[in-house]
């Protein structure tokens, strides 16, 4: 297996497969990381980061790559009961849980022949997620435990006045909210991701946090359906600039925690988001033993390449070209 030095590429291939969930893409590493040691997959995010994150520029910014996607390195889980550790990332950083990305994950490895039907357990840095796999490149996610963290939150924000929304948990922190007057399809994008990042600049420049200070990174935008079986349709921005062009699978998870708080939508009951581009998740919940929601994500993936990122010597821009987008 190829290393990398802490301070160069030092690499000449990386195996890869990309997907995409709902249109969402993912980049799976499968080959040539570095050892991030025999921790917890929390753990060896930290090393990752700390060390080697030239890693992650190599992989998904340009040239290579762009700044929608979302990588995900395979590593040794920490979990016995987990078949791979999995760490999320993107053109800014690091993410605690990915849904559509574990989705991706998944169909990389039955693309792959390393699972067939049944389900997978995988680790990520805020716990071990079940994906099973349907048929007709369908899969399920069964995320972290989700839950609605405050109701009501009010923050003034340029150019739209004040607005009030909800903070919840899916596996990252998201501030759930409508604005009145913005069309939640692809045409409207860039003033939907306007919109957006003065929303997140207002919740960081009030002090508002999800718990323990965790810090808000993604706002979902909520607004009617549009197609005839659906039940809501998002506009998610994420760390970075980007929007998902899935509904997003945390962002979905949220909003589902956010209705079962209102009492909106019983346990096992079907809730179908969908996303900005018209592409949508099935999703539904219930409570474990400890009283905690568990939501249940469904969506399609579909692999659509599979190669190698190549490192040349003397290349100046082996560890990536700064991202396009900047945070919003």
Not at 8 to 32: C, F, K, W
Not at 196 to 202: D, L
Not at 309 to 315: A, I, K, R, W
Request: proline content about 5%; glycine content about 12%; charged content about 20%.
């Amino acid at each position: 297996m190829l290393k990398l030095a802490p301070r160069s590429i030092g690499m000449n291939a990386m195996r890869y497969v990309d997907s995409h969930t709902e249109g969402e893409p993912t980049r799976v590493l499968l080959d040539g990381g570095p050892d991030l040691g025999e921790g917890t997959v929390a753990e060896k995010l930290l090393v990752l980061r700390n060390e080697y994150d030239h890693l992650r520029r190599f992989a998904i910014l340009e040239p290579r790559g762009f700044s929608a996607i979302v990588g995900a390195l395979l590593c040794r889980p920490s979990d016995p009961s987990c078949q791979a550790g999995v760490i999320f990332f993107n053109n800014t950083g690091y993410l605690g849980m990915c849904g559509h990305g574990a989705i991706g994950v998944a169909a990389t490895l039955a693309y792959l022949g390393r699972i067939e039907t049944g389900t997978c357990r995988l680790e990520t840095p805020v716990g071990p997620v079940d994906v099973e796999v349907l048929e007709g490149s369908s899969f399920a996610v069964t995320n972290v435990p989700s839950y609605r963290y405050r109701t009501g939150v009010e923050v003034d924000v340029a150019g739209l006045r004040r607005v009030s929304g909800d903070i919840a948990w899916g596996g990252n922190w998201f501030f759930l909210t409508t604005v009145p007057g913005l069309t939640l399809t692809s045409e409207h994008i860039p003033q939907l991701t306007a919109a957006a990042g003065a929303i997140r600049h207002a919740l960081e420049a009030a002090g508002i946090t999800g718990s323990n200070g965790g810090e808000i990174d993604h706002i979902e935008l909520i607004g009617p359906a549009v197609n005839s079986d659906g039940n809501a349709r998002n506009f998610v921005l994420c760390p970075g600039g980007e929007y998902d062009r899935s509904p997003c699978g945390t962002g979905t998870s949220a909003k589902v925690a956010c209705l079962a708080a209102d009492e909106k939508l019983q346990p096992g009951q079907i809730w179908v988001q969908e996303s900005v581009i018209g592409s949508s998740f099935r999703a539904s919940y219930r409570w474990d033993e400890s009283g905690q929601l568990i939501p249940t994500i469904q969506g399609r993936a579909f692999v659509c390449a599979d190669g190698h990122l190549v490192s040349q010597v003397g290349d100046p821009l082996a560890a990536g070209m700064p991202s396009n987008r900047i945070a919003q």
